[in-house]
């Protein structure tokens, strides 16, 4: 167990080293730099190139930027002028994080109610209904529901706030339900499967025979057995929520990394797209490790070799 | 032999699906007594787990019993109860041994939490001694070092280990009828004569009766004292072990008995069966085996054959037993069985 | 009884043959997946509706050229700008008026800009007076051209990866496994921009960034595939009698796992739609003033309290579509799949 953990862990380092190496060298060749401003003198934009490092040679810059990452520092932002990317992000990632997790939380259990009723009830109305609403929750992508949530009870019937953060509860709750509609959707739509594979396993079969239940049956066997595999989901699901947390951030007024990576796209902060890169692949990684770590942990089928 | 545990009167089981109403079961009766082993046997499609099913009350939703039918146990239709009534005699009274060990158990739980649940379902007994009563039954099916085992997770078991398990479990609240539906079939054949004797021995200590549901004849003679021949729904023949092998009757039996290897084989000697079961969404007119069986008579194409007496123990549903039939003479390797009938027989009035 | 002796004469078994047919009527895979298909209502209105779709949007390069949707009279802009949708008939909310936040009733905004009485716009318009129909005729083709040809390119890199992968097996398959493993470590998005970034916008530019990340389930669905197949009596028997590798790509392999492939198909494009619409909100959509359904629904995101038709037309139009091949991915999946099926 604990080699495999660290054989996973070499692979994640690995994978990063090269998630920096490749970010890096695209940032050189990336068209502009917030520098192209004609208004700066030949002078200026010498010493700020100084200041940046940018005129050393690129392999110098290279190994500055690797030894810097290696210990948390990935360079000072374009942008703020004399904030270090680490700290922006520092400041930013609790936010992200917690909005991310409730969002995981609510849309798993939310999925994986939707999902036994939905399967337990297999093709009547029940099954119907969830099976519409699942389909219609995989097909809106989370921006578009974050903006529909923000016309419809911040605008038609004011319910929620729209922006900000940390000062109520109340304000988490539209984003979170606007990025907890898709992992919900996704959990429904397996477990169903699942569990309906599970229902009429051989296994159930026998679980019949011995006279228990249907909700024995269903407690007992069915929703382990179709629950475990669910695990496997988090990590592409932790992904899409990256990808939907930066929009729906933008959209709500959300301080997180996802709103601070938006805005430095149009203004080349390159040092910020790049460190935000970083975490965000360090993040999914963790994820994936974790939840393969729990699932051989939780299903006695699988060995970590 | 006259003690019926379970009579099984006028079953019909009929499946409803888009093609058409497909008639499963035609009229199937059978008395299993008290301690003995009955085989059914048959191909596949001939009718043997869908009675199976219906024993259990297992069958899919879209299953139709006519109001006729009966399954009596213990003074009670079976075919009335309702469902929880059926979870109570399901895994308690009668039980049933599932034919795929790789599959039959749930691979998130502890094999002997899963020996121990019939007990506390039916017995209310607590955990901990349902599962000192799980691992008492572990011992009795042959798991060696059990104590050790209990705790395990089937994928870490053999298969012969799990359908070890899967006995136990349906042994587990002492059932009066156990029904093993091929339950060797999804094993190696070294592994199949273990569970065979296990469950022989298992009978003889418990006095349980087995319905054992096999397209093995083989692995009938061992096992059964008698033997009901099934085909297309219905039950063509039926006797003693002895009379189905040595003086069977019925054009089907001399099928499945000369596609059955023995040991005086010659080489090229097995023959199969030509043909395929007919399509029991309309099931032809007259005996459903006519159209694959040389010795078909005008008859069979027109009217269905009735149980023909062939002593107090045995019957076969062929005009070749009515007085007007023509003598037949059987394949050889039947006529060697017959002589063999009747050196038994023989020897029988000697003694 | 009433049978006679004539009755009991030896006939023997009938003509085994003829006896030895199949019952149901032999289909092909196709067919058999096309009856099952047609079984499923959601799935057959999806297929129609995206047949629609797709034919209005190539139809519509001919009707209207992007230049008559993108183009705009600077001089009336204030007469035309941000007219909401007006259909003609007395449907309410569909009148031309909208009610302006904070008001109680609602306004003709066509009658308060002076728009000419006999000109209308069903779908409205943008904020510098373009018709919203046009843009959105234009869009849905931008949005469905981008999707279709980065789920092409996935295709095409997909398949060949997962069938190489597959078949090599041992280190070649090893080491390729460990760049989809690397590659699916980093977040779709994060590649999507770098690329967005580096390709500098525009259409192509989508395109590759979308299908960069694209191909990677597609490449793991085939990869599994392959390996079950390969060990199926008809490839050995094939490798058997010498046939090459790509031979038996093309003829063995890639045919059997069509229904997967096809499956997996209808579940890309709805993703590229949405990353197509994710890259326009991040600002590395298509350039003005190319439309497409994200940059129309991100352009007039801001403005969403008091035009909220000109997000929510487009919206619409970006989930029927994901919807339609979603509903339609899900019907071929059980189609493909006889044991989904209850007969």
């Keep these: ?305 | 032999m006259s003690n019926p545990i379970l009579k099984v009167e006028n079953l019909h089981v009929n499946f409803n699906t888009y093609a058409g109403t497909v008639q499963a079961i035609r009229d199937v009766s059978f008395d299993l007594n008290q301690g003995e082993t009955l085989a059914i046997v048959g191909e596949s499609g001939s009718g043997k787990s869908v009675t199976t099913k219906t024993l259990m009350g297992l069958n899919a939703k879209n299953a139709l019993i006519p109001d006729n039918s009966r399954l009596i146990f213990k003074d009670r239709n079976l075919l009335d109860l309702t469902e929880s009534d059926w979870q109570s005699v399901r895994g308690n009274e009668i039980a049933m041994i599932f034919q795929d060990p790789m599959t039959s158990l749930d691979p998130t739980m502890k094999i002997g939490m899963q020996i121990a649940e019939p007990l506390i379902k039916h017995r209310n007994m607590k955990k901990e001694d349902a599962l000192k009563r799980a691992l008492e039954l572990m011992k009795g099916v042959g798991i060696p070092d059990s104590e050790e085992h209990i705790n395990d997770y089937p994928h870490q078991w053999s298969g012969g280990m799990r359908q070890r398990a899967v006995v136990a479990i349906a042994l587990a609240a002492d059932p009066e009828i156990l029904i093993a539906d091929e339950p060797t079939t999804a094993l190696d054949v070294t592994i199949q004569a273990q569970i065979l004797n296990l469950m022989k021995t298992l009978q003889k200590d418990t006095g349980s009766s087995i319905i054992f549901i096999t397209h093995d004849l083989g692995v009938v003679a061992g096992m059964a004292n008698r033997v009901a021949v099934m085909y297309a729904g219905k039950i063509v023949e039926y006797g003693t072990v002895d009379e189905i092998f040595f003086n069977p009757q019925h054009p089907y039996t001399w099928g499945l008995l000369n596609s059955m290897p023995t040991t005086d084989t010659q080489q090229g000697g097995l023959q199969a069966i030509p043909g395929t079961p007919p399509d029991l969404l309309e099931p032809p007119k007259g005996d459903a085996f006519a159209s694959r069986n040389a010795y078909a008579l005008a008859i069979d194409s027109k009217e269905e054959p009735p149980f023909f007496r062939v002593s107090d123990t045995h019957y076969a549903a062929t005009w070749l037993l009515d007085e007007r039939a023509p003598k037949v003479t059987p394949p050889v390797k039947i006529q060697k069985r017959w002589a063999h009938w009747r050196e038994m027989q023989e020897q029988e009035s000697q003694a | 009884m009433a049978a006679n002796t004539q009755d009991f004469v030896i006939v023997g078994a009938q003509d085994s043959e003829a006896n030895e047919h199949i019952a149901k009527p032999a289909l092909s895979f196709w067919q058999d997946a096309w009856r099952r298909l047609k079984l499923n209502k959601l799935a057959v209105i999806s297929l129609w509706f995206l047949a629609f779709i797709l034919a209005f949007a190539f139809v519509s390069n001919f009707v209207m050229p992007q230049q008559q949707a993108n183009s705009f009279n600077s001089d009336k802009v204030g007469v035309y700008k941000n007219l909401p949708p007006k259909s003609g008939l007395p449907i309410p909310g569909w009148s031309g008026q909208i009610k302006a936040p904070g008001d109680t009733t609602s306004t003709d905004v066509y009658a308060s800009q002076n728009v000419p009485k006999s000109e209308k716009f069903i779908l409205g318009t943008d904020n510098i007076g373009r018709s919203l129909a046009k843009r959105v005729t234009v869009g849905l083709r931008i949005s469905l051209l981008v999707a279709l040809v980065a789920t092409f390119i996935d295709l095409l890199v997909g398949v060949a990866y997962g069938v190489l992968s597959g078949w090599k097996g041992g280190w070649v398959d090893n080491v390729m496994q460990r760049i989809i493993e690397i590659l699916s470590s980093v977040p779709n998005l994060i590649i999507v921009t770098m690329l967005g970034l580096v390709l500098g916008g525009g259409v192509l530019s989508i395109i590759l960034a979308i299908a960069m990340t694209g191909w990677l389930g597609m490449a793991r669905q085939v990869r599994n595939m392959t390996l079950t197949l390969k060990e199926r009596d008809y490839v050995l028997a094939a490798k058997s009698l010498g046939e090459s590798s790509f031979k038996i790509a093309i003829k063995h392999l890639i045919p059997n796992m069509a229904g997967t492939i096809i499956v997996q198909i209808m579940m890309t494009v709805p993703t590229a739609i949405m990353f197509e619409a994710v890259l326009s909100a991040i600002n590395l959509g298509v350039k003005p003033p190319t439309a497409s359904l994200g940059s129309l629904i991100s352009d007039a995101s801001s403005m969403l309290q008091f035009y909220p038709y000109q997000v929510l037309i487009p919206s619409a139009m970006l989930v029927l579509v994901s919807l339609a091949f979603i509903l339609l991915g899900d019907g071929l999946r059980d189609a493909f799949d006889p044991r989904a099926s209850e007969d």
């Design chain 1, 1 to 305: 167990m604990w080699k495999y953990i660290l054989k996973r862990l070499a692979l994640l380092l690995f994978t990063l080293f090269l998630v920096i190496t490749v970010t890096f060298f695209l940032m050189q060749i990336m068209p502009g730099t917030p520098f192209n401003n004609p208004k700066l003198t030949p002078e200026a934009l010498a010493q700020l190139k100084t200041t940046y490092g940018l005129d050393l040679p690129l392999w110098q810059q290279y190994w500055n930027y690797l030894v810097g990452a290696l210990h948390g520092d990935f360079g000072t932002s374009f942008q703020y002028q004399n904030q270090s990317v680490s700290m922006l992000i520092g400041q930013r990632l609790p936010v992200s994080a917690q909005l991310g997790a409730q969002a995981l939380v609510v849309g798993v259990i939310a999925g994986l109610i939707m999902g036994a009723a939905s399967a337990r009830n297999k093709n009547n109305k029940i099954d119907g209904t969830l099976g519409i609403v699942s389909t219609l929750g995989i097909s809106v992508p989370s921006f578009i529901l974050g903006i529909v949530l923000v016309y419809l009870f911040g605008f038609k019937w004011p319910l929620f706030p729209v922006s900000g953060w940390g000062d109520s509860f109340s304000q988490s709750i539209l984003p979170t339900i606007a990025l907890a509609v898709s992992p919900a959707a996704v959990t429904t739509r397996f477990v169903r499967s699942e569990m309906i594979e599970a229902l009429s396993s051989d296994y159930v079969q026998l679980a019949k025979a011995k006279g228990l239940s249907p909700k024995e049956i269903v407690n007992k066997h069915a929703y382990r057995n179709s629950m475990i595999p669910v695990l496997t989901l988090i990590g592409p699901m932790a992904a899409g929520l990256l990808t939907g947390s930066t929009l729906i951030e933008q959209i709500f007024s959300i301080p997180g990394i996802g709103q601070q990576f938006v805005l430095s796209i149009p203004s080349k902060d390159f040092p910020v797209i790049m460190g935000t890169t970083v975490v965000y692949a360090a993040m999914l990684m963790v994820m994936i490790l974790i939840t393969d770590i729990l699932t051989a942990i939780i299903d006695p089928r699988v060995r970590l070799q």
